[in-house]
């Protein structure tokens, strides 16, 4: 028989794939570490611009949040709107207004479900609830953002 015509034999097949078993053993590990490692910065980064944001729309609205319309009221469903659009140094929404935008657009939490990702519980609890109802958390006293989900971010809690 050729050499040359000859194919793989068995033995050489299974030590192709142990090999490649082995290689596959130390390689995934360390992309879902890679991928943790992504999330967990990506929320601390989102986290941080919030933060500060909100200090600066506290700092040129007179020391009120942007939870808060410009009669003083209470208006959740626009914070995002505040921190993403214009208003005037009363708080009032206008797209003409000399303030703002704050950012781009409104993030969503990396670790929260893609249907409340975006969204905003509001409370006065220095630590937020973890029950993963919404992607944030805003203290309405503290003027303060937090992750809202059951997991990621926890040591960028307020409380700890």
Same mark, same amino acid.
């Given at each position: ?83 993403? &659009? ?10 003409? &207004?000399?303030? &703002? ?16 990702? #975006?969204?905003?519980?509001? #409370? ?37």
């Amino acid at each position: 028989m050729d050499r040359q015509n000859r194919g793989f034999s068995i033995v050489e097949l299974l030590i192709v794939i142990t090999m490649l078993a082995i290689i596959a053993a130390i390689a995934v590990p360390r992309l879902i570490d890679a991928s943790e490692d992504a999330r967990s910065s990506a929320l601390g980064t989102d986290l941080q611009m919030l933060r500060r944001q909100v200090v600066l729309y506290k700092m040129q609205h007179n020391g009120r949040g942007p939870h808060l319309d410009e009669s003083g009221a209470l208006d959740k469903p626009n914070l995002p709107t505040r921190l993403t &659009g214009r208003t005037t140094q009363q708080g009032k929404l206008d797209d003409n &207004g000399a303030y &703002g935008p704050y950012m781009k657009q409104w993030p969503v939490n990396p670790y929260a479900d893609s249907a409340v990702a #975006g969204s905003i519980t509001f #409370g006065t609890a220095t630590a937020p609830p973890r029950d993963g109802s919404t992607g944030w958390y805003y203290n309405t006293t503290t003027c303060v953002f937090s992750a809202n989900t059951t997991e990621g971010g926890e040591e960028l809690d307020p409380s700890n």
